[in-house]
């Protein structure tokens, strides 16, 4: 099944570059990489890093008031660089395991914090695209789109309401789901009161407003990298472009691909620049460089910090702290 997983990813990233490549004039396309403006890539390459260190921070206020959990900036980066190299989105479980290999509270609860930070992301992506409709013309299947993940955050969103505001209610489900295996109600109960502590600090009021501010950063920086990416391709159009490329490629990136999003990255982005006029072959020549100053950065900084921190990938994804396997 992981096999038929990764094949499917890889299939699909395949697919969409020949799709790309179909279409683009090389000549058109390498004039445009040519003609790079370099200082505004290394702008957008900061922008990238700093999104990850503003995320880094949103995640300490999803944990318990004064548990201070470690390394969560050091586990951001590598777990990004790990989904830049590794199959599946292995990323996630990295990040959660460079914290639990510090931590004596286990593998669970930063792993609901990240469930949490996911349903915030999702909200967000949403929330930038419905703003969208009001200012450019969003084609119908994006519109329809809007609304499929609308509705799963939605879902979500209650789920994890009700584990928060109704614990006992929740953990009568779960025994009555697994009464068939005494070992199975135990270990999903466990790891439920574990989850439920994850949630903590989500619904901590002191917590709300750190949330709010950090999140608004994190979508800030994230669109800066964006907008200074167009600078660097010589496009120059306004900041709406760039948050219209950051919704689309944040729908882009829920679909199956290669590690580091490759194909479903770039077909997102040049998706988003035809809106404004952009030709393909110039708005592939944006992808290809936009994704670029997010990943270099991000993987050459994400291995070192791996180095200091004496692990390799193979043991993150093969052995999670106090978890099952990543597979």
């Known amino acids: 099944m992981r096999l038929l997983k990764v094949a499917t990813g890889v299939g699909v990233s395949l697919a969409l570059l020949a799709a790309l490549l179909w279409k683009v004039d090389l000549g058109a396309l390498g004039a445009e990489l040519a003609s790079t403006h370099w200082g505004w890539a290394l702008a957008s390459a900061l922008f990238a890093v700093v999104g990850v260190w503003t995320r880094a921070r949103r995640w300490h206020y999803l944990f318990p008031p004064g548990s201070n959990p470690p390394a969560l ?15 599946l989105r292995a990323g996630e479980i990295v990040r959660v395991y460079v914290v639990a290999r510090h931590w004596s509270e286990g593998f669970w609860m930063p792993f609901a ?19 969208l409709l009001l200012v450019i013309e969003v084609p119908p299947p994006l519109r329809w789109t809007a609304g499929v993940f609308l509705g799963l955050d939605l879902a979500a969103v ?8 109704a614990p006992g209610a929740c953990r009568t489900v779960i025994v009555r789901l697994t009464r068939r295996s ?19 600090g989500v619904r901590t009021a002191r917590h709300a407003g750190p949330i709010f501010a950090w999140s608004f950063l994190v979508w800030l ?6 907008w200074t990416a167009l600078f660097a391709a ?13 919704a689309f490629v944040g729908l882009g990136i829920s679909l199956p691909s290669a590690p580091g999003y490759i194909g479903v990255f770039h077909t997102a982005a040049v998706l988003a620049l035809t809106l404004f006029g952009v030709s393909h072959s110039l708005a592939f020549g944006y992808a290809i460089l936009y994704h670029a100053c ?3 950065p991000i993987t050459l900084f994400g291995w070192i910090l791996l180095l200091r921190e004496h692990m390799s990938l193979g043991e993150a994804t093969r052995r999670p702290v106090g978890a099952p396997s990543a597979g």
């Open 294 to 296: 997010g990943f270099i």
């Open 158 to 165: 209650v789920v994890l309401a009700a584990a928060a505001a």
């Open 234 to 246: 010589r496009l120059h159009l306004p900041l709406v472009a760039a948050w219209t490329v950051l």
């Open 221 to 226: 920086t994230a669109a800066l990298a964006a």
């Open 182 to 200: 005494q070992w199975l109600t135990a270990r999903s109960t466990a790891i439920f009161e574990m989850f439920v502590r994850g949630l903590v």
């Open 73 to 87: 900036f050091r586990a951001s980066m590598i777990g990004y660089m790990a989904n830049n190299v590794l199959p």
């Open 113 to 131: 914090t990240l469930v949490v930070e996911r349903v915030l992301d999702g909200l967000a992506i949403v929330m930038i695209l419905g703003s």
